[in-house]
T-cell receptor, first 113, second 112 residues
Framework: GAGVSQSPSNKVTEKGKDVELRCDPISGHTALYWYRQRLGQGLEFLIYFQGNSAPDKSGLPSDRFSAERTGESVSTLTIQRTQQEDSAVYLC???????????FGSGTRLTVV | AQKVTQAQTEISVVEKEDVTLDCVYETRDTTYYLFWYKQPPSGELVFLIRRNSFDEQNEISGRYSWNFQKSTSSFNFTITASQVVDSAVYFCALGNFNKFYFGSGTKLNVKP
C-alpha cells in the first residue's frame, strides 16, 4: 500500500484481556518495527523484523508481549493479560533495506481500563 | 550505549522567530544515521531528514536547516521564521538498520 496501515486505530480493553494489534507495512519494505509511546513521552523500541531473519526482541517489556511477522508482510503485536500500564500508542514503522528513513503508521491507541 | 538527548522539553516562540532544537547523541558505532521527525497534534510521525555519519554537510530545506557536528555529537535543527503550523513535538533519532533510539522529544509551541 501507499503507507503503513495500522488497525485498529483505537482499542479499549479491560484489564486482563488479550489484545492483538495489526500492522501492514509498505509493500516491498523488508524491515518492520514496533514502538510504544506513552502519553507525553518519547518512543520506546519494542521489536524489529528484517526479512526472514530472527527478530530483535530486545525491547519487549515482558513475556506478555509477543509479535509475529511472516516474511515481509503483515505483523501482529499481541499483548496478553493487559495491564493499565500497557495503555499507550503503539506505532509501527517500515523501511526499505537502503534505510532511507522509515515510515510510521498512525498508530493504535490502546486504553486498558 | 546508544542514547539521544533532547534537553529542551518545551519551547515557546512567537511566530516569525527563529528557533533551534538541540539534539546530542552517544554511540560507539562508526556508521550510523541520524533523523528528525515531527509529530503534530494529530499524532502521526512525519519524517523530516536523515543524515549518515559520513556526511557532515549542513542541509537547508526551505525554512528548515540542520547542523550536524560529529565533533560535538550534535545534530541540531533550526526553523527560520517559525509559523503556527510548526507547532508539534520534534524527535531526534539515532540508529542503523536494526534499531533506532529516539530522544524524548521537544515540544514546540509557536504562538501567533
Amino acid at each position: 500500500g501507499a503507507g503503513v496501515s495500522q488497525s485498529p486505530s483505537n482499542k479499549v480493553t479491560e484489564k486482563g484481556k488479550d489484545v492483538e494489534l495489526r500492522c501492514d507495512p509498505i509493500s516491498g519494505h523488508t524491515a518492520l518495527y514496533w514502538y510504544r509511546q506513552r502519553l507525553g513521552q518519547g518512543l520506546e523500541f519494542l521489536i524489529y523484523f528484517q526479512g526472514n531473519s530472527a527478530p530483535d526482541k530486545s525491547g519487549l517489556p515482558s513475556d506478555r508481549f509477543s509479535a509475529e511477522r511472516t516474511g515481509e508482510s503483515v505483523s501482529t503485536l499481541t499483548i496478553q493479560r493487559t495491564q493499565q500500564e500497557d495503555s499507550a500508542v503503539y506505532l509501527c514503522a517500515s523501511s526499505s533495506r537502503s534505510g532511507t528513513g522509515y515510515t510510521f503508521g498512525s498508530g493504535t491507541r490502546l486504553t486498558v481500563v | 550505549a546508544q542514547k539521544v538527548t533532547q534537553a529542551q522539553t518545551e519551547i515557546s516562540v512567537v511566530e516569525k522567530e527563529d528557533v533551534t532544537l538541540d539534539c546530542v547523541y552517544e554511540t560507539r558505532d562508526t556508521t550510523y544515521y541520524l533523523f528528525w521527525y515531527k509529530q503534530p497534534p494529530s499524532g502521526e510521525l512525519v519524517f523530516l531528514i536523515r543524515r549518515n555519519s559520513f556526511d557532515e554537510q549542513n542541509e537547508i530545506s526551505g525554512r528548515y536547516s540542520w547542523n550536524f557536528q560529529k565533533s560535538t555529537s550534535s545534530f541540531n535543527f533550526t526553523i527560520t521564521a517559525s509559523q503556527v503550523v510548526d507547532s508539534a513535538v520534534y524527535f531526534c533519532a539515532l540508529g542503523n538498520f536494526n534499531k533506532f533510539y529516539f530522544g524524548s522529544g521537544t515540544k514546540l509551541n509557536v504562538k501567533p
